[in-house]
């Protein structure tokens, strides 16, 4: 299993600014999610970030309004840039672990809530 | 994209019923996942059924895969106030080495004491 921590739990946020979000695990893994979930809806990735290269978007997310960072294995940041209402959502990450059988299963972090004035 | 879809989207219960919940995918999966998520909170894995499997248990949790129906069903027995929460399903495909998971829709249960 891994332990997963994020920074802040939740931001009240000014249209134009950004605001930055960290996630931490307690073992090294190579790929981290993240995701976005709107209120009362599913989660939706925005990227997945690996460590040593750029992270991968899904269609719908670009690197200028969403940059990612991943200095190391344990570690990864989600900006969120450029804050629009459109952006009050949770912001969730999560590491994919190997169980038996080679099947993976995702660890979450608690959640950042980012309300957007 | 979304590919599970869950139903109900909202169940309520008495404390003690059994709560089931579906959900229906579109594509070839490698396995099928379960999670619960608090309050919007982070969410927690609960259950991984695989593509060869028909039925798993869990303590109260029973799981079953229809893969010629692509659809699986989440069962609650004994239900508790406790497991008022939001429920998603999730599906792994068979490609490569792929980890991203393929997330339903959620189903929100309530358990009334």
Redesign the interface.
């Known amino acids: 299993s891994a332990v997963i921590s994020q920074k802040p739990s939740r931001d009240i946020c000014q249209r134009g600014t950004s605001l930055t979000i960290q996630c931490q695990v307690d073992s090294q893994v190579t790929m981290m999610f993240w995701y976005r979930q709107q209120p009362g809806q599913s989660l939706t990735l925005i990227a997945t970030a690996n460590q040593g290269s750029e992270a991968t978007y899904e269609s719908g997310f670009v690197i200028d309004k969403f940059p990612i960072s991943r200095p190391n294995l344990t570690f990864s940041t989600l900006t969120v840039s450029n804050l629009s209402p459109e952006d009050s959502s949770i912001y969730l990450c999560s590491v994919p672990i190997q169980r038996r059988g080679f099947s993976y299963e995702q660890y979450f972090g608690p959640g950042t809530r980012l309300t957007v004035t | 994209s979304?590919q599970g879809e869950e139903d109900p989207q909202a169940l309520s219960i008495q404390e003690g019923e059994n709560a089931t919940m579906n959900c229906s995918y579109k594509t070839s999966i490698?396995?099928l996942?379960w999670?619960r998520q608090n309050s919007?909170?982070?969410?927690?894995?609960l259950i991984?059924i695989?593509s060869n499997e028909r039925e798993k248990h869990s303590g109260r949790l029973r799981v079953t895969l229809d893969t010629s129906k692509k659809s699986s069903s989440l069962l609650i027995t004994a239900s508790r106030a406790a497991d008022t929460a939001s429920y998603?399903c999730?599906t792994?495909t068979n490609a490569g080495n792929n980890?991203?998971?393929i997330?339903?829709?959620?189903t929100s249960l309530a358990v009334n004491p």
């Open positions: 979304q490698n396995n996942q999670y919007g909170r982070g969410l927690v894995h991984l695989r998603f999730a792994s980890r991203k998971l997330w339903g829709l959620g």
